[in-house]
């Protein structure tokens, strides 16, 4: 993952600079075939860059201190690795599967580990798993991210049944998931421009 951590103010004609954000972290996930797949995505697209955070790779406590106390020794190292390249993002990719109808342990803790990192932000979601493609667990971040000030994107890519959508070289086989993803890419574009433009104009009040 690379991170450049500076949140100058950018120039309106500077590409996108959007973080996609790993859920899982369970051994043997699917999560890295999903995020390669947006990845490039993304990375055909002249108006965005794109920074992986994975949790997998850049775990947080999963302790949070006592509101008013200082984090345990070793925290701000952890959250070197992650809070930078949130806080210097435009826009927001989660991609999530579903666990017990709702998103990972892992996500949670890193959304509550940030706040002012989201203020004013897009988010769109990835989502997969069997029947459900995910839908609930994204259902259940709307509400979270709405209470910390983000703007969610309402067009979602649900990959139901993901396992059998990629062939042995993980390689997407269904042109509608293709089509989703633009879309949802296309939304999340439209947002990040005028919230950036508007924090530029007028810092956020939460």
């Not at 790993?22 to 108006?47: C, L, M, N, Y």
Request: glycine content about 4%; some cysteine.
């Amino acid at each position: 993952m690379t991170v450049n951590p500076s949140v100058a103010p950018t120039p309106a004609a500077a590409p996108l600079r959007v973080a996609v954000l790993v859920g899982s972290t369970r051994e043997g996930r699917f999560a890295p075939v999903v995020t390669q797949w947006i990845k490039g995505h993304i990375d055909q697209r002249a108006d965005m860059t794109v920074d992986v955070v994975d949790l997998a790779e850049t775990p947080l406590p999963t302790v949070l201190p006592a509101f008013g106390q200082p984090p345990a020794p070793g925290t701000e190292e952890a959250l070197a690795l992650v809070s930078p390249c949130l806080a210097a993002a435009d826009a927001f990719v989660f991609i999530t599967p579903e666990y017990n109808h709702s998103y990972p342990a892992s996500l949670k803790n890193a959304i509550d580990w940030h706040n002012k990192e989201w203020h004013a932000k897009p988010i769109g979601f990835v989502s997969y798993g069997a029947i459900s493609g995910g839908l609930r667990a994204v259902e259940h971040l709307r509400v979270v991210m709405a209470e910390l000030n983000a703007t969610t994107i309402r067009n979602t890519v649900s990959l139901h049944n993901a396992w059998g959508l990629f062939d042995d070289q993980q390689r997407m086989t269904e042109p509608a998931s293709d089509a989703a993803v633009k879309v949802m890419l296309d939304q999340l574009a439209w947002w990040a421009l005028a919230l950036r433009d508007a924090r530029t104009a007028r810092p956020y009040a939460a």
